[in-house]
């Protein structure tokens, strides 16, 4: 069966926008590090990660109990957009340093 089999494929692109939304924490936890106005911290990057987790987590419920035939598109979609902003996030990182 196809991934997208009775679910609209907006419900894919909604679960890649809570997923690029989810790594916003990360990216005011490491933002300023990389411009040099804060000192890189291991409890602001693990509040970010924890804080990241718990949205995505509370997201994904919510999708679960609200869409449930089309909580798999939602998901995949989600996943891709967390990574794809991940990988933004680590490009940064790596031009920066």
Known sequence: MPLAAGCDIAFGFGGAFVGAIGVVPMFCAVMPVLHGTKRAGIGRGMASIVISFGFLMV?????????PKCFLTFTVGMVVGYFTMLALLCALALRRS
């Not at 997201?59 to 869409?67: P, S």
């Open 59 to 67: 997201a994904g419920g919510i999708a679960w109990m609200v869409i």
